[in-house]
């Protein structure tokens, strides 16, 4: 059984910043990779970033140069570090395990102009 719960979404202006947390409880033979999605209102569900184990990191082209994705294998936590916000950012986050395809219920995340 695993168990992902994020924390750290808010409300910012656009420019700003926030930090996501994902705690991973649980087998973390289920975390080797550990992913970030977002859902807006209305739309798909869209990948946002991903870092494995050894701390690859691989990120989606809208935000790209401006989240960065880190993790503490000690802590079983993933953090996603957004800055330069937009309102097009305004979304669910969500956090993901990988390979036991695990999802956290998310946190808001919403970005005013």
């Known amino acids: 059984q695993v168990q992902l719960v994020e924390s750290g979404g808010g409300s910012v202006q656009a420019g700003g910043s926030l930090r996501l947390s994902c705690v991973v409880f649980g087998y973390t033979s289920c975390s080797r990779v550990l992913n970030w999605y977002r859902q807006a209102l209305g739309q798909e569900r869209e990948f946002v970033s991903s870092?494995?184990?050894?701390?690859?990191?691989s990120y989606a082209d809208s935000v790209k140069g401006r989240f960065t994705t880190s993790r503490d294998n000690a802590k079983n936590t993933v953090l996603l570090q957004m800055n330069s916000l937009k309102p097009d950012d305004t979304a669910m986050y969500y956090c993901?395990?990988?390979?036991?395809?695990?999802w956290g219920r998310g946190t808001q995340v919403t970005v005013s102009s």
């Open positions: 993901k395990s990988l390979p036991c395809n695990t």
């Open positions: 870092i494995d184990s050894s701390g690859r990191t």
